[in-house]
């Protein structure tokens, strides 16, 4: 069995809940609203494996092997949720929220499409995560998002190492 990196971690949710979440917020919306769906605890993706092969009765690494075969190209070792946001409102149901956005003006929209099409027209794909960043300041890139998981991990390890909570 392959997993990309056995530090990745992700969220899960059944089609049937997620559609009904989907369905429901779509119902609340009166227009222009951004929803986000509370997703739950995350899984590491090697317990999830080393489930799935116990599961199939077997032993993990001994009846089969689990083995570590790298990111993929702009593959994020954990994704991003807005759930920690100052900006979320709640809804009637516990597990939606609203993400309170500042209005950008027809114009400002204008400018951003416009930095944007230049960007792509220059063909260059540093220039359009550049263009990308300055029009939307929560984008961060996957080595930005890897780099920062990675100090993260080493912290809670020398922390835990010593017996400290990392701050």
Not at 78 to 92: A, I, V
Not at 129 to 142: D, E, F, K, P, W
Request: charged share 30%.
């Amino acid at each position: 069995m392959t997993v990309t990196d056995k530090r990745i971690i992700r969220y899960f949710m059944t089609i049937p809940e997620a559609a009904q979440l989907v369905l429901e917020a779509g119902a609340m919306a009166h227009g222009g609203e951004v929803y986000v769906l509370d997703m739950g605890e995350p899984v590491k993706i090697l317990d999830l494996a080393e489930k799935l092969v116990r599961l199939s009765g077997y032993v993990p690494y001994r009846d089969i092997d689990i083995v570590e075969i790298g990111l993929r190209p702009g593959e994020k070792l954990y994704e991003e949720l807005l759930m920690q946001s100052e900006h979320l409102s709640r809804t009637e149901n516990n597990k939606i929220f609203i993400e309170q956005q500042e209005a950008i003006s027809p114009h400002e929209i204008g400018r951003m499409l416009e930095q944007l099409k230049r960007a792509a027209d220059s063909g260059s794909a540093a220039e359009m995560r550049r263009a990308l960043h300055a029009c939307v300041q929560t984008y961060h890139s996957a080595e930005q998002v890897n780099r920062e998981a990675i100090e993260q991990m080493e912290l809670r390890t020398q922390c835990a190492a010593v017996g400290e909570k990392p701050s």
